[in-house]
């Protein structure tokens, strides 16, 4: 269950659960209970931006998004946040799995990147009619390989 922790009546009943769940714990002769935050995962605005500027980029370098997205920007451009071990072996997280901040990071990178390197120019989210017009140019292709 998730409890709104800013709210008295959810700080109430995550207590009540807590103490429930401790008395629970002792009749069964249980020492285990697993608790978690839920971190603030990345944004649907992030998520569309994100796409529209690795389609250009893709576009414009002349790759597939899926190899530039894969490839480039998991693995090479922001391999400190996407490869990560797991159970003793290296593995590459999903972009789903990112929250807001790592995001925003991760976005920055890939525009410094493609600036620093000539590929081109990658609006910034704040950008609006760039973005637009962007969107229009990669659904001109009708080529789901670009968004």
Not at 109 to 133: F, I, M
Request: glycine fraction near 4%.
């Amino acid at each position: 269950m998730i409890y709104n922790l800013k709210t008295p009546s959810g700080i109430t009943q995550f207590k009540q659960k807590v103490d429930f769940l401790l008395d629970s714990a002792k009749k069964a002769k249980t020492s285990y209970i697993q608790l978690e935050k839920i971190r603030q995962l990345r944004s649907s605005s992030q998520n569309s931006y994100l796409h529209l500027i690795l389609g250009l980029y893709a576009l414009e370098a002349g790759f597939r998004m899926r190899e530039i997205k894969e490839d480039l920007w998991k693995r090479d451009i922001c391999r400190d946040i996407f490869i990560v071990e797991k159970n003793g072996i290296m593995v590459c997280r999903s972009s789903a799995d990112l929250n807001t901040k790592e995001m925003t990071i991760c976005i920055e990178r890939l525009r410094n990147y493609a600036s620093d390197n000539g590929v081109c120019y990658l609006p910034a989210p704040n950008e609006t009619e760039q973005l637009r017009s962007l969107e229009q140019h990669l659904q001109q292709y009708g080529n789901a390989q670009y968004l």
